[in-house]
């Protein structure tokens, strides 16, 4: 249960930890955008010394992003194969049929294999300093221009803050019915694929039940307090743009002025 | 006596190398002898609940070991050698309610001895006895256990866990959220049981009442470390003590401490249970009151 590391906060006060959640999301989303201007081995080193400063800022070990990665290794290697076999262009050092091994395919899966670290270390990082809830409401304050065009900001940035909110409750929940069920004779890590899958039913069922409870209680907590919806609400958490998120843009824009240069060196 | 559990400097860490690292179980060395009724009592968090998993093998310690029913634990004990440790000691977790799932109450009962290999048509037979055991109506058995009232379901969680025939029963705060009737009957279910089947039963309980009145030995939890194993008569006679560790007294107990306190009137031994208490009053009381009135 506690391999996954989505949505799991570390708690700190670095610099990293006190930006603006809303800055700290789009730039996020800009550093993944700029992974694909790089194009050759200084341009990846610039963007690996980046993050690595971030990390450095950050104050978290570098262990919580490997364990990032892991989950994800199979895919990660699934594709860097692809890329290794199926590439064509530079010297050829291997080939059958139409699957070859060239210089340009190796560059490649190592490109591919950097790109894929470099992301998830980004998000990582994300998720690591900004507690779940923050996320959700600089969302939240990111999509206000779409009520224009009547999308249901309030509603979607609740139900995106209440599921994550019960994420860590339900896992709890869970956790207690295996082990109720565990003492009463259910395997869940033994026996073929078949009894697996049976040995789901007695834990999905209680789960399922006891968060349509909560969601009623929640329901009905939230009404006696006198929830009407998002329209007019005013926030606890009140998002200031300071000095460091101005400074943090600019980290990011002399990043990419510095891939600019890189790339067509 | 033969030892029923025997707990040799356990420790329990959870999420150990992480910085949420925390150390539930701090060198905890015990033992219980065999038919007896323990009651854990201490603060949420103090570990009780942690040493319960223990018990059949949920969780292994992470240093240290235990025996229970003469089954070795270690940390290096694979889950395959406690399948039949978990047949033996059942457990009644805190709102047991929760692990009900099957369509009727008594598929549900005999969910558990159908797991450990028994027939279709046995299970359904100790599942019978079992629901006879906890007094469960047999009008409610081919109902869906979602429609039962609270205390009825409680019944149908305990009567899944009776229905494998434990040789150690533990409670995990069994009769929380009940009402007093309810309370009351399944306590004295448990102490039934107890006595018919020669049970060792141990009870996580905050209810100082419960614990005064059917344990015969207590172990005190706090930050992980056991404090004191002792029976409910020495515990209770050291008010100062329970006091400076924030843990309550039974009623009947707190009840002549404040009359001690207040009059030169003294209790010998300090009575646990209102029956005592009433006893001792009784006889310094002027015969034919009652009479009287």
Redesign the interface.
């Known amino acids: 249960m506690?391999k996954i590391l989505l949505g799991r906060y570390?708690p700190g006060s670095s610099l990293i930890h006190r930006l603006d959640p809303r800055a700290k999301l789009l730039l996020s989303f800009y550093f993944i955008i700029i992974i694909f201007l790089a194009n050759n081995w200084s341009s990846y080193f610039l963007l690996f010394f980046f993050m690595a400063l971030t990390i450095l800022l950050a104050k978290i070990k570098i262990g919580f992003f490997w364990k990032g990665v892991r989950p994800l290794i199979w895919l990660i290697l699934f594709t860097v194969v692809l890329q290794i076999f199926f590439s064509t262009g530079g010297t050829v050092y291997w080939h059958w049929g139409i699957l070859s091994v060239t210089s340009t395919g190796l560059v490649s899966g190592i490109y591919v294999f950097c790109r894929f670290v470099l992301i998830i270390f980004m998000s990582t990082l994300l998720t690591l300093t900004t507690p779940p809830l923050e996320i959700a409401g600089a969302m939240e304050s990111l999509l206000k221009p779409l009520k224009k065009v009547h999308f249901p900001v309030y509603e979607v940035s609740l139900m995106l803050s209440i599921a994550l909110r019960f994420v860590p409750t339900l896992m709890d929940?869970a956790l207690?019915?295996m082990?109720?069920?565990?003492?009463?004779?259910?395997?869940f890590?033994?026996g073929s694929l078949m009894q697996r899958l049976k040995a789901v039913?007695?834990l999905l069922?209680?789960l399922f039940?006891?968060a349509f409870n909560r969601a009623e209680d929640l329901a009905t907590a939230m009404e006696a307090r006198g929830y009407h919806g998002g329209e007019g609400r005013t926030k606890y958490r009140v998002h200031q743009w300071l000095y460091h998120d101005t400074l943090s843009c600019l980290a990011f824009l002399a990043l990419t002025i510095g891939m600019l240069l890189l790339r067509n060196w | 006596m033969d030892l029923s559990i025997n707990f040799e400097k356990v420790d329990y860490i959870y999420?150990p190398n992480t910085?949420f690292a925390h150390q539930a179980l701090n060198q905890v060395s015990f033992s219980l002898p065999d038919e007896s009724y323990t009651a854990i009592i201490g603060h949420t968090g103090s570990g009780k609940s942690t040493l319960v998993?223990h018990l059949?093998g949920?969780l292994k310690p992470t240093h240290g070991r235990l025996m229970v029913q003469e089954q070795m634990i270690t940390p290096q004990t694979t889950?395959?050698e406690l399948?039949d440790l978990?047949?033996q000691?059942?457990?009644v977790?805190q709102f047991?309610e929760?692990?009900?799932?099957e369509e009727t109450v008594l598929r549900d009962i005999a969910?558990?001895p159908k797991?450990?290999g028994i027939d279709e048509e046995k299970a359904a037979q100790l599942a019978k006895e079992a629901a006879e055991a906890v007094r469960l109506p047999d009008s409610v058995l081919d109902k869906s256990p979602?429609e039962l009232s609270g205390g009825q379901m409680r019944r149908v969680a305990i009567a899944?866990?009776l229905v494998?025939k434990p040789k150690v029963l533990v409670l995990d705060e069994p009769t929380a959220g009940l009402d007093p009737k309810g309370h009351q009957e399944i306590m004295e279910l448990f102490a039934r049981l107890k006595s018919q089947q020669h049970l060792t039963v141990i009870l996580v309980s905050h209810q100082m009442d419960d614990v005064a009145e059917y344990a015969d030995q207590v172990l005190v939890m706090e930050q992980g470390k056991l404090l004191t194993q002792q029976t409910p008569q020495q515990l209770f006679s050291q008010v100062e003590w329970l006091n400076k560790h924030h843990l309550g007294l039974p009623h009947a107990t707190k009840f002549a401490f404040e009359i001690e306190k207040k009059s030169t009137f003294k209790f010998s031994p300090l009575p646990l249970t209102v029956s005592q208490l009433a006893n001792q009053l009784a006889n310094f009381l002027p015969k034919g009151v009652s009479q009287d009135e």
Not at chain 1, 179 to 187: C, E, I, K, L, Y
């Open positions: 506690n570390l929940e207690k019915i082990n109720a069920q565990r003492s009463r004779g259910v395997n890590d033994q039913v007695p069922i209680p039940v006891s | 999420q910085p998993q059949n949920l889950n395959k399948s978990r047949r000691v059942g457990v977790f047991p929760a692990q009900l799932f969910f558990a797991n450990f979602f899944g866990i494998m």
